[in-house]
């Protein structure tokens, strides 16, 4: 069974930037369709980015799009989420999603396998 791990979330203050990682272990990371999700306190889960297991296209929610950057490593099995530009409504936890693979989609009901979360909160 596929397990994630996110890591890098912390605080960090407006405008400031983080990097999140998700890995696994005795599986392929390439195989699967990748997802990131966020979920506020008293929201619905909402998805980020995702990017594809194939040629690594990717498509991006509008409320991240041209401040987040998701993007494979393969030799280190990791999908890592680029964070710049952070703004107080990006606090969430956020979750790392894994799916066969298909077409791109930030809709959480597309992905089987999912991380634990890590805290992202932005605050001056």
């Known amino acids: 069974q596929l397990q994630l791990v996110e890591s890098g979330g912390g605080l960090v203050q407006p405008g400031g930037s983080l990097r999140l990682s998700c890995t696994t272990s005795g599986l392929t990371l390439n195989d699967f369709t990748i997802g990131w999700f966020r979920q506020a306190p008293g929201k619905e889960r909402e998805g980020v980015a995702c990017?594809?297991?194939?040629?690594?296209?990717?498509i991006y929610a509008n409320s991240v799009k041209g401040r987040f950057t998701i993007s494979r490593d393969n030799a280190k099995n990791t999908v890592s989420l680029q964070m710049d530009s952070l703004k107080p409504e990006d606090t969430a936890v956020y979750y790392c999603?894994?799916?066969?693979?298909?077409?791109?989609?930030?809709?959480?009901?597309?992905?089987?396998?999912w991380g634990q979360g890590t805290q992202v909160t932005v605050s001056s």
């Open positions: 990017i594809s297991s194939r040629d690594g296209s990717a």
């Open positions: 999603a894994a799916t066969v693979p298909r077409l791109l989609s930030l809709k959480p009901y597309s992905f089987d396998a």
